[in-house]
């Protein structure tokens, strides 16, 4: 695999940026709100399509308002033990959401409580009033790592999650109070565009990325740290836009048209 990811990046570095973000610009799926379900085990354990009643339910009611649903993981998140076989409806979730403007929103969800979650994740995202984290300047970011989807996102994906280990410990060890420090690292399950991978979701800016190599870690956090963190505006210029996918708050024209003019 190692071989496999060298010649996919040679290929790559081949392409004119042109053609490559022309490509991958829109590709990221039109939301409001990005909500993230914590589980216990990593992407790498889930079965290729992975559903639960909470998050099906979830995303029943905030796809409404643009709202999308996935599971995340990571070895500093908060998550609750898995119920047994068979009471799965009976899950409850530590739950982080972004909107845009409001940025980050965190709580706990279960089919018990699900219609209020939903209401507060609304109120979140529509008037901007719920209620935020206590570290807004956080950098949260996901990286699609499931394997048994799309074995790219395992092997790429997994690939990227332990460069971007490698080089916030590099950082950490040369400056304790590098401003890597905010920065939060997790794994998430399906985001689409397996051939894209690996898929980086950089919040609360709202950014998506896509092909991205363990190579291209170092410019990558470089340029996320050099943005505000919050929920970018719908013309301020893409991070990264070689790998730009798209923008939380932007339907597939508005991405498109946003990177045009970057680009002209």
Known sequence: MPAFRALKALVRSLSTTATSTSELAGTAPAHRCYI????PQPPSEY????ATPVQRALLLRTAKWGGSVNFSW?????SICARPPGEEDKQEYHLTAFAHPRGKLETTVSMDNIEEVEEQLRVHTEDGSGAVSSNPD?????????????????????????????????RRDADPSDPST????????????????AN??????????????????????????????RPRNANETPIC????????????????????????
């Not at 990571?74 to 908060?78: G, K, L, P, T, V």
């Open 74 to 78: 990571s070895e500093d998140q908060q």
């Open 138 to 170: 956080d950098v949260h970011l996901y990286v699609c790592t499931h394997g048994s989807r799309d074995c790219r996102c395992g092997d790429t994906g997994g690939a990227v999650v332990r460069a971007i280990k490698d080089e916030l410990r590099k």
């Open 182 to 197: 905010c920065i939060k690292l997790a794994e998430v399950a399906h985001v689409g565009g397996h051939k894209y991978a």
């Open 47 to 50: 079965p290729a399509k992975y």
């Open 36 to 39: 993230l379900l914590h589980t």
């Open 200 to 229: 980086i979701l950089v919040y609360p800016h709202g950014e998506w990325l896509g092909e991205v190599e363990p190579g291209d870690v170092p410019k990558i956090i470089d340029a996320i740290l050099a943005s505000p963190t």
């Open 241 to 264: 836009p070689r790998h730009w996918r798209g923008r939380m708050g932007l339907s597939k024209d508005e991405q498109v048209q946003l990177l045009q003019r970057t680009n002209s």
